[in-house]
């Protein structure tokens, strides 16, 4: 090897070293990932079974927890194969008021800024109430190029909040913020 390129070598490993490990960083910084605290992620993600939900809701299906512990259920509107099909097609023409969705968003524990922010997402047409088929088409929004819009960040921001908070929203995170408003649309409609 010229001693140009060792002198080089020597001199590039130095510079890794110094900035590596040097007295600039911090103790916690150089201790193993087990020791230091992870950060919060800056843009959320749905798992792969959560996009497969968010897929679901842009095709008009409603996806919930059911009965069963942590089951999950499928509802497409207007289907009527069975009672439960028929009484959620019958649910899914039904309005939440905003104000109805801000509680459901308060039990989320969204703030005030976060509360305007979605509720102004949700309702499209800006009528005052929020649809089924409104809130499947902002469920939809999480996946895809959406996925990264404030909106969208938002929303997943509400639902990884409300389960883990380890930055990826599971299918039962998503699925719990789908059977909390289906359960406040049954509520108002007064079937539950």
Do not use: W
Not at 70 to 93: F, P, T
Not at 129 to 152: C, M, W
């Amino acid at each position: 090897m010229s001693p140009l390129i060792s002198g080089l070598a020597s001199v590039a490993s130095l510079i890794f070293n110094a900035t590596a490990g040097g007295p600039g960083k911090s103790s916690a910084s150089r201790r193993s990932g087990a020791d230091v605290e992870p950060e919060p992620s800056a843009v959320l993600t749905l798992s792969p079974q959560a996009e497969a939900l968010a897929g679901f809701a842009g095709k008009g299906i409603l996806v919930s927890q059911g009965k069963l512990e942590n089951a999950l259920g499928a509802v497409a509107r207007g289907s009527a194969g069975s009672a439960a099909n028929a009484a959620s097609a019958a649910l899914s023409g039904r309005p939440v008021s905003t104000q109805d969705f801000q509680e459901l968003l308060t039990r989320f524990g969204a703030d005030d800024a976060q509360k305007a922010q979605l509720t102004a997402g949700f309702d499209a047409n800006k009528d005052g109430s929020i649809t089924q088929d409104e809130f499947l088409k902002g469920l939809a929004k999480t996946k895809g190029a959406q996925a990264g819009s404030d909106f969208s960040q938002a929303v997943m921001q509400l639902m990884d909040r409300s389960g883990n908070a380890d930055g990826s929203v599971t299918d039962k995170e998503f699925a719990a913020f789908s059977t909390a408003f289906a359960a406040t649309v049954a509520q108002r409609a007064g079937v539950a």
